[in-house]
């Protein structure tokens, strides 16, 4: 048995952003959100792609983009490259999900709140160790949260995780384990079997249900990232021969 990558995005897509996910959706951002609470229990899967309001204005596509208790949005990007100004694109695109909620001439009070779910392969905050974090307005000396708690970035840093199977303890930590190494595995353990909406996330990932179209695609796909991530080592190693 094989499985897909689940860090590209076509394969991300396909086991968390269809209408037939919605429990693997709702199980994955309890696990990551909310500490494995129940706090979600239900969900609407809505089109990920942000239309500008205004001509001009830059159009927006995201992995998953979904509706979930209290009227929050959640989008959520699964990012392999650290590509330049990737924290800016973070912050653009929770502004944009926060701000087309409105119409013309429609009070602000209307607004709900974004989460911006981010999962990297790569790390971006060296200051600390920890795999998920969250980032919120604050005030600077006091730490007090700005009066409107409605825009949350959180992170999730897949190389900072570094639980083997036999380690798996929560919910967390089997979803964020299922991202890493999926694809290195040949079946599915029973530690992770045992959670209904993981073991639907490795049938959905298993290659033997996938097109042959589905294949060639995923494979083009990670071609792109292998050479891309060749490309950015390359140019480090030149930038340091040149000093």
Do not use: C
């Not at 730490?143 to 825009?151: E, F, G, N, R």
């Amino acid at each position: 048995m094989m499985f897909i990558n689940p860090k590209t995005d076509f394969a991300f897509k396909r086991i968390f952003g269809s209408e037939q996910s919605k429990d693997i959706l709702i199980s994955f951002l309890n696990a990551i959100l909310y500490n494995d609470s129940s706090t979600i229990e239900d969900l609407e899967i809505i089109n990920p792609y942000l239309a500008p309001k205004i001509r001009g204005i830059k159009d927006t596509y995201l992995d998953v983009r979904a509706k979930i208790s209290g009227d929050k949005t959640v989008i959520i990007e699964m990012q392999v490259l650290n590509v330049e100004s990737f924290e800016k694109r973070i912050l653009y695109n929770a502004a944009k999900a926060y701000s087309v909620q409105l119409q013309v001439g429609e009070d602000y009070s209307l607004l709900n709140p974004v989460i911006a779910l981010t999962i990297t392969d790569f790390q971006m905050f060296e200051q600390f160790d920890k795999v998920i974090s969250h980032f919120v307005l604050k005030e600077k000396e006091y730490l007090v949260d700005y009066l409107s708690y409605d825009i949350e970035l959180v992170f999730v840093e897949l190389p900072k995780f570094k639980k083997g199977l036999d380690e798996l303890v929560t919910l967390t930590d089997k979803w964020i384990y299922f991202l890493k190494s999926a694809r290195e595995l040949q079946t599915v353990p029973e530690i992770m079997a045992s959670v209904p909406a993981i073991s639907r996330a490795f049938e959905i990932a298993n290659q033997a249900n996938l097109t042959p179209e589905d294949l060639e695609d995923l494979e083009r796909r990670e071609i792109f990232i292998h050479d891309m991530r060749n490309a950015m080592i390359k140019a480090t190693r030149q930038g340091i021969q040149q000093g």
